[in-house]
């Protein structure tokens, strides 16, 4: 029988990247989603406080009633260097994306097909859509193309729904294979790239520039709080469907968000931007760290993503296992998280910031525990 999860709660006393400091004690983390490491860079820091001087920690002023906080326009602008595109929307938080985009996109589709593994976010969008919502097996377009085949009639127009890269394994979805598949349909496809911002593609775009797709019947989006230490979220697209998700309830009363998170999310893009090098620094990590865990036998996602989870055992062995390497001040993640299964998984994640030996010391704890 597996053992229940136990969860504590320390308390965090330093920005977080390789290492964080929590009660009072410094820890070498793989844990959360920092994949850059940015948590202290200077730059941004300095952005999101002097975006509160200059805007206050509030702005009663939105989009709808025909204001533009300075702070976000200038999110949106970076965001359109950044990312190659000509409509972007910044909003407050990164869950808003399923819930603007799914909702924005209903009347140009006719049903929804959502991978079984997506992100709350997307299951959450399409569930108040209004639009049949089905479910078709995970990264999976063979059973994609049966399920939209039994599902629609003639002349309907489907909607794809799912993540890049998924947060708890980081499987990237085939977006080549289900481009092709809604093709011969004039479908859409909505791709939730909070994790693989910044990770994925040859500039660290996502997983829409890493599978070549021209973005004039895609809608990206997602968190800036992973790669881009920053917070809010955005949504990329042509510009008139960007227009007309403006029009959606959660873009007119949710999304403008905190300046402070605005002003590092432009900060942070015009960083990265400068930085190709922190993206270099990652991969390298990543590499490193994925042909160290297969060597002591453990099976993790082959790709290029920073992500490398794995199942050792029943959830108490895994429990038992991130609680010795937190014992000795490396934490990883027991996650419980979307996708990890019943048992859960152990979830580690390669960070620009992390150096060789931080790696080793993993590698070299964790093989004494298997």
Same mark, same amino acid.
């Given at each position: 029988?597996?053992?229940?999860?136990?969860?504590?709660?320390?308390? *965090?006393?330093? =920005?977080?990247?390789?290492?964080?400091?929590?009660?009072?004690?410094?820890?070498?983390?793989?844990?959360?989603?920092?994949?850059?490491?940015?948590?202290?860079?200077?730059?941004?820091?300095?952005?999101?406080?002097?975006?509160?001087?200059?805007?206050? &920690?509030? /702005?009663?002023?939105? +989009?709808?009633?025909?204001?533009?906080?300075?702070?976000?326009?200038?999110?949106?602008?970076?965001?359109?260097?950044?990312?190659?595109?000509?409509?972007?929307?910044?909003?407050?938080?990164?869950?808003?994306?399923?819930?603007?985009?799914?909702?924005?996109?209903?009347?140009?589709?006719?049903?929804?097909?959502?991978?079984?593994?997506?992100?709350?976010?997307?299951?959450?969008?399409?569930?108040?859509?209004?639009?049949?919502?089905?479910?078709?097996?995970?990264?999976?377009?063979?059973?994609?193309?049966?399920?939209? /085949?039994?599902? #629609?009639?003639?002349?309907?127009?489907?909607?794809? !729904?799912?993540?890049?890269?998924?947060?708890?394994?980081?499987?990237?979805?085939?977006?080549?294979?289900?481009?092709?598949?809604?093709?011969?349909?004039?479908?859409?496809?909505?791709?939730?790239?909070?994790?693989?911002?910044?990770?994925?593609?040859?500039?660290?775009?996502?997983?829409?520039?890493?599978?070549?797709? +021209?973005?004039?019947?895609?809608?990206?989006?997602?968190?800036? !709080?992973?790669?881009?230490?920053?917070?809010?979220?955005?949504? #990329?697209? !042509?510009?008139?469907?960007?227009?007309?998700?403006?029009?959606?309830?959660?873009?007119?009363?949710?999304?403008?968000?905190?300046?402070?998170?605005? %002003?590092?999310?432009?900060?942070?893009?015009?960083?990265?931007?400068?930085?190709?090098?922190?993206?270099?620094?990652?991969? %390298?990590?990543?590499? *490193?760290?994925?042909?160290?865990? +297969?060597?002591?036998?453990?099976?993790?996602?082959?790709?290029?993503? =920073?992500? &490398?989870?794995?199942?050792?055992?029943?959830?108490?062995?895994?429990?038992?296992?991130? &609680? %010795?390497?937190?014992?000795?001040?490396?934490?990883?993640?027991?996650?419980?998280?979307?996708? !990890?299964?019943?048992?859960?998984?152990?979830?580690?994640?390669?960070?620009?910031?992390?150096? =060789?030996?931080?790696?080793?010391?993993?590698?070299?704890? #964790?093989?004494?525990?298997?």
């Amino acid at each position: 029988m597996n053992a229940p999860h136990q969860t504590t709660h320390g308390r *965090v006393e330093s =920005p977080t990247g390789a290492l964080a400091t929590v009660d009072g004690r410094v820890l070498l983390s793989f844990g959360g989603s920092g994949y850059l490491g940015l948590g202290s860079e200077p730059g941004l820091i300095d952005a999101g406080c002097d975006a509160l001087r200059t805007y206050g &920690a509030h /702005s009663q002023l939105a +989009r709808h009633y025909g204001f533009n906080l300075g702070a976000n326009l200038e999110a949106e602008d970076q965001a359109r260097r950044f990312f190659d595109v000509e409509g972007v929307m910044y909003f407050g938080a990164g869950y808003l994306f399923g819930l603007i985009a799914l909702t924005g996109l209903a009347p140009r589709c006719d049903a929804i097909f959502i991978d079984e593994a997506a992100h709350y976010c997307l299951q959450d969008g399409a569930s108040i859509t209004g639009r049949p919502v089905h479910t078709f097996a995970h990264r999976d377009p063979e059973d994609l193309a049966r399920t939209i /085949s039994r599902a #629609l009639r003639p002349d309907e127009r489907p909607l794809v !729904a799912t993540d890049g890269m998924f947060a708890t394994f980081g499987s990237i979805a085939p977006l080549e294979d289900y481009d092709r598949v809604i093709a011969p349909y004039d479908g859409w496809l909505v791709v939730d790239e909070s994790h693989a911002f910044g990770t994925l593609g040859t500039h660290g775009r996502g997983a829409v520039e890493a599978a070549g797709l +021209r973005r004039d019947r895609v809608v990206a989006g997602g968190s800036m !709080a992973k790669a881009f230490a920053a917070h809010g979220g955005l949504a #990329l697209g !042509a510009a008139d469907v960007i227009a007309q998700l403006w029009k959606t309830p959660a873009a007119r009363g949710a999304a403008l968000g905190c300046s402070a998170g605005a %002003a590092m999310t432009a900060a942070s893009l015009r960083h990265v931007r400068g930085h190709p090098q922190a993206l270099t620094r990652l991969r %390298a990590n990543a590499r *490193v760290l994925k042909v160290g865990l +297969r060597a002591l036998g453990l099976a993790v996602e082959e790709n290029e993503g =920073p992500i &490398a989870t794995f199942v050792h055992g029943d959830a108490r062995n895994m429990q038992r296992i991130q &609680a %010795a390497l937190m014992a000795q001040g490396i934490f990883i993640a027991y996650s419980t998280y979307v996708g !990890a299964g019943v048992g859960g998984a152990l979830r580690i994640a390669a960070f620009a910031d992390h150096q =060789p030996e931080h790696i080793e010391r993993l590698l070299k704890t #964790l093989r004494d525990l298997l």
